[in-house]
């Protein structure tokens, strides 16, 4: 049921972009986070400062070693709590850096790998930088909010001044010699709401542009490195890589075990049947041997459809081209292939794309409704790109959702999949538009 919070928020979305963002809770957000920044960074930069302050005097004896340690442990506490800070108000998803892993158990081992972490000097460093910024950026948010709000609402409140502020409003110059100005006139008063308004319509975007600052802070020092992050993504792709093969091993077994491996079995037995009867009734047995060369064909033909799901002949022997074409004639849509490639990328790169489009002509032919679709393969600089579009109904995604893939789940773990290789699975497809899947793919020779 409507409420009156989702009216006004209907009310507020149809204003421009300018005059709504005062309003808008994304700017609340970021003059609250910008309000916490200063006790939050008042809190490490004394912890930070102290902590390693008095862990470098106490270096001459052994327990300075242990006080650097516990500030530098305490610095990554309170990066995690900037890290969830940032999250809630800036919708800023920084993952956490990797954990400390010591080489051996032990409370030594385990505050040697605390100084020689890289990630821990690196929150002791934003625990230091960050505090002068967010000094700066918390005298500019409260004054930019209180000036602006008061200059607005100025023509509202400025009649219950007290009598000794002056005549009928605030007093902008006064020498103590009796000449004195005050913004008292209709002309001034009106000029001064103005220029309320024109403050807080800036007030939003001083905003946003002091809390990128503090987004590139929290990203570039509390968060895993640029290495950390890439081993990360390759972990990921590998074990991408691992299921997708273990999951063709699977299908390949099952394809086997329930097709040319049950025909072949009775076609043995139906040989073995045969040979008893050769003497006995040579007919019947002219018959069977004639349905178990039936059998053999049609055995034949799932073994060649079973390998050219592995790797189609026609992929390794003339290239993308040709096996693209082939596989444009087999859909059940006119499909139009145009392929500018100025020779063969690399064997994996190639086959990733051709199962990529496989699998996109199929989607198409399955479920798009489409009368036509179109297929582009070139190169761009270092990356083999490649787009699938038809003009069906639409509403596809590659996304996934909480209960596991969304709609179009097909497209879902070939995004996966073409992530693995660092390629990108792009999909435009609104309902009743068609869908246009654009794919990205490292070009390797």
């Known amino acids: 049921m409507a409420t009156a919070y989702d009216a006004s ?70 990066g995690a709590v900037e890290r969830g800070r940032a999250r809630m108000l800036l919708d800023l998803d920084v993952g956490a850096p990797a954990p400390v892993r010591p080489e051996a158990p032990g409370m030594f081992a385990w505050v040697g790998a605390l100084l020689k972490s890289g990630v821990s000097w ?65 002309f001034e008063i009106l000029l001064t709401g103005a220029a309320g308004l024109l403050v807080v319509l800036a007030t939003p975007w001083v905003f946003r542009g002091m809390t990128m600052v503090d987004r590139g802070l929290v990203g570039g020092l509390l968060g895993p490195s640029r290495l950390a992050a890439r081993v990360s993504e390759l ?60 059998e053999v064909k049609t055995a034949l033909r799932e073994l060649r459809d079973l390998a050219r799901g592995i790797h189609p002949a026609i992929l390794t022997d003339r290239g993308l081209g040709p096996a693209l074409s082939h596989l444009a004639a087999r859909c059940t849509v006119p499909v139009t292939v145009t392929t500018d490639l100025p020779h063969r990328p690399a064997p994996a790169i190639e086959g990733i794309a051709y199962f990529t489009v496989s699998e996109l002509l199929q989607n198409i032919s399955k479920h798009s409704g489409a009368r036509r679709a179109t297929v582009d393969i070139w190169r761009a600089g270092d990356r083999l790109m490649l787009q699938v579009s038809d003009d069906g109904t639409g509403g596809a995604t590659a996304a996934m959702s909480a209960d596991g893939p969304a709609p179009g789940t097909g497209l879902a773990g070939l995004a996966e999949r073409v992530e693995a290789v660092d390629g990108i699975l792009a999909v435009d497809s609104p309902a009743g538009r068609g869908t246009v899947v654009t794919a990205e793919l490292p070009w390797r020779d």
């Not at 609250?32 to 106490?58: K, Q, R």
Request: with cysteine; glycine share 10%.
């Open 122 to 186: 690196r929150h002791l460093l934003y625990a230091v930088v960050h505090f002068p910024w967010a000094v700066f950026g918390f005298s500019v948010a409260v004054s930019l909010w209180t000036s602006g709000w008061s200059l607005l609402l100025y023509p509202l409140w400025f009649r219950f001044l007290p009598d000794g502020a002056g005549p009928s409003g605030i007093q902008l110059y006064g020498d103590g010699r009796g000449n004195t100005f005050y913004l008292d006139t209709p």
């Open 235 to 294: 972990e990921s792709g590998r074990g991408t890589v691992v299921d997708t093969a273990a999951a063709d091993l699977r299908r390949i077994e099952r394809d086997l075990h329930d097709g040319a491996q049950a025909r072949l079995v009775a076609l043995a037995m139906d040989l073995g049947l045969a040979r008893e009867k050769l003497l006995e009734d040579p007919q019947a047995a002219a018959k069977m041997v004639d349905e178990a060369h039936g």
């Open 9 to 78: 928020e209907t009310r507020v979305r149809r204003l421009p972009a300018a005059l709504r963002a005062p309003l808008e809770g994304r700017t609340w957000r970021e003059f609250l986070y910008l309000l916490l920044n200063l006790p939050m960074a008042l809190v490490m930069f004394v912890f930070a400062v102290s902590m390693t302050a008095t862990g470098l005097g106490l270096l001459v004896t052994f327990l300075g070693i242990p006080v650097l340690a516990a500030a530098l442990a305490g610095c990554r506490a309170l």
